[in-house]
């Protein structure tokens, strides 16, 4: 064994353990390996090419040598050493490369030299070039979720095509295209500079909402992996957060994520039927996650300046988590923090979920009067929320007649017979309950 | 996933003996390396059995054993809890920390079955989580 080689146990590791400890360690290394690389030879396709060969290098000696100490920095040694091959072998190259091969070749010759210590303090940097650039708005936003999956969050193209129910080769197709996308459209490899950067930064948050919601609204499948693309997101929004802690979105994003994740096992009765917020186990609800959410809430709010739209979502959320019962809900803050949010984005669903609130604050006939001010908005249409809720208010002012006719209307909109059959068992029970729960947002 | 790891007292840490300033900013750095990574939920240290206490049941009867406990190898002098994909990555994790003099540091998976898996029902979506979808959705229309 080499001098620098730890020794896992006495006997040699079986290939099969060196695999799985390698899948662990690229998981850890790569996006910061890619990052590095990316910098250094200015093409992220080229950096993950040679971070793949040195991950191929790893599982051939691994098996035989073990794990090395460091094996991030091993894995960026062997990069290099195939950068450099790369370079002597081809004849022409462009001034950037030229240059790129005299230091390498430097470095080849001393390997303990500056450029090792240089290279760590970039990282932080470096994996926040990658973030923006994975998440460039030249992108299609499908394509920004494949290549930040994979290549910040370390996933495989299998795993990803798995979560998002897309033929593997589909998923390889869309990373290939988005790499020379990038490539064409010269995408510096940059953090933003101040002029994009608020554009820039909305685009990441926006991918990681994505792969949130693609996880917690589970449209389809039943594998483990959509579930797991929750954890996913939160794993990147928090990476985010460290890497950009002067943004208060950030926070607000995580802050909206881990709350909402602190309902999961809450969301589902034992026959696999949604339970509604106000009628969820609060015991249930994941109090770490919410402690967390809170806190990432008011690490934005002291950072002092204008709050956004998730930190807005958040805060609303967060209402619902510090109430320890239904009846203990904080209507009046929320309804005040839809208000605002509805300043920074107007939008017709805010305006809905806003006079749900206004209802359980001031009464239903106060949040009818919203909900009827909605009726004729076209982008309300078709959408089978607005009649429930107008439901709802109605049953509450004793109208069960017209609350009937709202729940056949919105049971006819439903996307799903799940949802269709539980709008029209509502409208069956109307008359004899004369009070249905709200569905709070 | 979620791992509980449970790092082992040693007789420093039970007398009460708090880690040098090397090891402590080591300790920092690592912790550090946690939370940009993602991986960190939470982390704490425990003050020394001698502050502890324990309970135990018999029937109805309730008897309190005042602290400190003699079995220094099974007592615990600090965890963390770690979000990790498995239970591979975690042992990777560990094995970077900065513990040193037969320090053993156990992992523990921790039961979270009921989270995700089964419940995940094609077609069973919560009103509510759509509303946010659309909210979101319309938000970027919108914005």
């Known amino acids: 064994m080499d001098a620098g080689v730890r020794e896992r146990e006495a006997e040699r590791v079986s290939e099969a353990a060196a695999r799985e400890a390698i899948d662990a360690v690229w998981r850890i290394e790569s996006a910061r390996l890619i990052a590095g690389l990316t910098r250094m030879v200015g093409d992220l396709g080229m950096a993950e090419d040679l971070a793949q060969d040195a991950l191929v290098v790893a599982l051939e000696k691994w098996p035989e040598s073990g794990v090395p100490d460091n094996p991030g920095a091993w894995l960026m040694a062997t990069a290099k050493h195939r950068a ?92 290939v295209r988005a790499k020379r996308t990038l490539r064409e459209a010269r995408v510096p490899f940059e953090v933003p500079p101040p002029t994009e950067a608020g554009e820039r930064l909305e685009s990441v948050l926006e991918v990681i909402y994505l792969v949130f919601n693609e996880g917690y609204t589970a449209t389809a499948g039943e594998d483990w992996v959509r579930p797991a693309l929750c954890q996913e997101a939160l794993r990147l929004g928090r990476i985010v957060a460290e890497l950009a802690p002067e943004e208060p979105e950030v926070h607000g994003l995580v802050a909206l994520m881990e709350i909402q994740a602190s309902r999961l096992r809450a969301r589902r009765g034992p026959g696999g039927e949604p339970v509604l917020l106000m009628d969820q186990d609060r015991a249930r609800w994941d109090h770490l996650l919410i402690r967390r959410g809170l806190a990432a809430l008011e690490r934005a709010e002291a950072l002092g300046r204008p709050l956004g739209p998730y930190w807005l979502q958040g805060a609303i959320a967060a209402c619902h988590a510090r109430a320890a019962t239904p009846e203990d809900t904080d209507w009046e803050r929320i309804v005040a923090l839809y208000d605002a949010l509805a300043q920074v984005f107007p939008s017709p669903v805010v305006e809905l979920n806003r006079a749900v609130g206004v209802a359980m604050a001031y009464g239903p006939e106060a949040g009818l009067e919203l909900v009827e001010g909605l009726v004729a908005e076209p982008a309300l249409e078709g959408y089978h929320w607005l009649p429930s809720v107008r439901a709802d208010l109605l049953a509450k002012l004793g109208r069960y007649g017209e609350a009937r006719a709202e729940l056949e209307h919105a049971a006819s909109l439903a996307r799903n017979e799940t949802e269709r059959t539980l709008l029209l068992e509502r409208a069956d029970g109307l008359p004899q309950d004369a009070l249905i729960q709200g569905d709070g947002p | 996933m979620r791992v509980l790891v449970i790092v082992k007292a040693s007789d420093e840490s039970e007398a009460g003996i708090m880690p040098n300033t090397e090891l402590l900013s080591a300790m920092g750095n690592y912790n550090e390396e946690l939370v940009k990574a993602g991986v960190m939920l939470m982390g704490e240290g425990l003050a020394t059995s001698a502050e502890g206490k324990r309970v135990r049941f018999e029937g109805k009867k309730r008897t309190v054993i005042d602290g400190p406990f003699a079995e220094t190898k099974e007592l615990i002098a600090g965890f963390w809890l770690w979000q990790v994909r498995s239970m591979n990555e975690a042992v990777e994790w560990l094995r970077r920390a900065p513990f040193d003099g037969g320090t053993e540091v156990e992992i523990r998976r921790v039961f979270e079955a009921d989270d995700f898996g089964e419940e995940f029902t094609p077609e069973l979506r919560e009103q509510e989580e759509r509303v946010w979808t659309q909210a979101s959705e319309n938000a970027k229309r919108n914005g």
Do not use: W
Not at chain 1, 117 to 136: K, M, Q, S, Y
């Open chain 1, 84 to 175: 450099l091959d790369h370079f002597r072998r081809s004849r022409m190259l462009d001034r950037r490369h030229q240059d790129l091969k005299v230091r390498l070749e430097a470095e080849h010759r001393d390997p303990e030299g500056e450029m090792h210590a240089a290279l760590d303090d970039f990282i932080g940097d470096d994996l926040l070039r990658l973030v923006f650039t994975t998440c460039h708005p030249v992108l299609a936003p499908e394509a920004r979720v494949a290549l930040t999956l994979r290549l910040l969050g370390g996933l495989t193209t299998e795993e990803i095509a798995r979560a998002f129910l897309v033929p593997v080769k589909t998923l390889q197709q869309r990373i």
